[in-house]
């Protein structure tokens, strides 16, 4: 009984500190990082926009905001 007793509060201690072990869970952090305008080099992007134009880019969020993406545009 008395080893029972003793043994309680150690497994309740071993419990605790195994929390403290626990790794970070990251992805890897950021590898090879590549600007947003210079990214996708596929078919699949808009028309009028080429790859590496930040111009082209930077156009193309401005008329998306206006026209498509206002959500005050949309109830007035």
Not at 26 to 52: C, E, M, S
Request: net charge positive; aromatic share 6%.
């Amino acid at each position: 009984m008395k080893r029972l007793i003793l043994l309680i509060p150690v497994l309740v201690a071993l419990a605790g500190l195994s929390a403290c072990g626990e790794k970070p869970q990251t992805l890897g952090g950021n590898k090879g990082h590549v600007a947003a305008f210079d990214g996708a080099k596929n078919p699949f992007v808009a028309p009028g926009w080429n790859a590496g134009d930040k111009r082209s880019w930077e156009q193309g969020l401005k008329a998306r905001m206006q026209n498509t993406q206002n959500e005050y545009s949309k109830i007035n």
